[in-house]
């Protein structure tokens, strides 16, 4: 089983950019994907999630007017749109795969990729 989160970088306040967990040794179809992060010093925070059927998805009330989440099934990959990025949303940014419907808790996350860094700075 792998999740493979890329995308991460230096991001300028008021851009955009796009994070991609790219997946292999599950059936990505089954299972939700989320994303979290963990800044400096704080503890990690469920960001997004999206089930595995995308009839459910999950938005942290911290980024809901500025991040989306969607995934490719032919790719068995998962996206977390970043709209207008802010310095407080510099962290490390995870995917993670469950079975089934979203969960804004970590612990119910079976699979977790290594991480992605993105820092807003201008």
């Known amino acids: 089983v792998q999740l493979q989160a890329s995308g991460g970088g230096l991001a300028q306040p008021g851009g955009s950019l796009t994070l991609s967990c790219a997946t292999s040794?599950?059936?990505?179809?089954?299972?939700?994907i989320g994303w979290f992060r963990q800044a400096p010093g704080k503890e990690r925070e469920g960001v997004s999630c999206?089930?595995?059927?995308?009839?459910?998805?999950y938005i942290a009330d911290s980024v809901k007017s500025r991040f989306t989440i969607s995934r490719d099934k032919n790719k068995d990959t998962a996206y977390l749109h970043v709209n207008s990025p802010k310095p407080e949303d510099t962290a490390v940014y995870y995917c993670?795969?469950?079975?089934?419907?979203?969960?804004?808790?970590?612990?119910?996350?079976?699979?977790w990729g290594q991480g992605t860094l993105v820092t807003v700075s201008s």
């Open positions: 993670a795969a469950r079975v089934g419907h979203c969960s804004a808790w970590a612990r119910f996350y079976n699979y």
């Open positions: 040794g599950f059936p990505f179809n089954l299972y939700a």
């Open positions: 999206i089930s595995n059927s995308d009839a459910d998805t």
